[in-house]
């Protein structure tokens, strides 16, 4: 077996009981990290919408660029509980989780999210200096496309890590 995996393995054992051996736990956690990404995700979808939308003259590119930049806290701090959430459930048995094939296809699509998260906050940074730079708008309206896919795939990995994993 590998080095690395057994000192995980052995490391989180004791995780690994107290979170087999506690419904009110496991819910907890489970909780924590679905409604992590319901809170962050749902966020970022309803702002992927208004940059998609934005192209019929509304809103007004300034005020979307408000409010991106008022609402970049808020998905953040739901990332936060997504990952702490998605480290306790890794580490409740890592053997299977850190095993998968479909477990590192989500790793790297959620590495991706959190590039493409940072391109979106950058472009809507510059569409605040300059509301008419169509150069910089379709380069948000790409990141926010990538983004409601990134994480609607982000979403389907996770299930599928719990049916086939």
């Known amino acids: ?5 057994d000192w995980i393995v052995s490391s989180t054992a004791g995780w690994s009981e107290a979170y087999a051996s506690s419904s009110a736990l496991e819910a907890t956690i489970l909780f924590l990290h679905l409604g992590g990404m319901v809170a962050a995700g749902g966020l970022a979808f309803t702002l992927d ?4 939308r934005s192209g019929r003259g509304w809103p007004r590119r300034e005020d979307l660029a408000r409010e991106l930049h008022a ?13 702490l959430s998605g480290v306790a459930l890794t580490a409740s048995d890592p053997e299977i989780f850190l095993g998968s094939w479909i477990y590192w296809a989500k790793m790297a699509t959620v590495v991706v999210l959190l590039w493409n998260g940072w391109l ?23 990141a926010a496309l990538r983004s409601a896919g990134l994480w609607a795939l982000s979403v389907f990995a996770g299930i599928a890590i719990t049916l086939y994993a």
């Open 49 to 52: 919408r208004a940059v998609l």
């Open 71 to 83: 609402s970049h806290g808020a998905v953040i701090w739901g990332l936060v509980v997504v990952f």
């Open 1 to 5: 077996m590998n080095p690395v995996l």
């Open 120 to 142: 979106l906050k950058r472009s809507g940074e510059r569409l605040l200096q300059d509301p008419e730079d169509e150069g910089v708008f379709l380069g948000l309206r790409n």
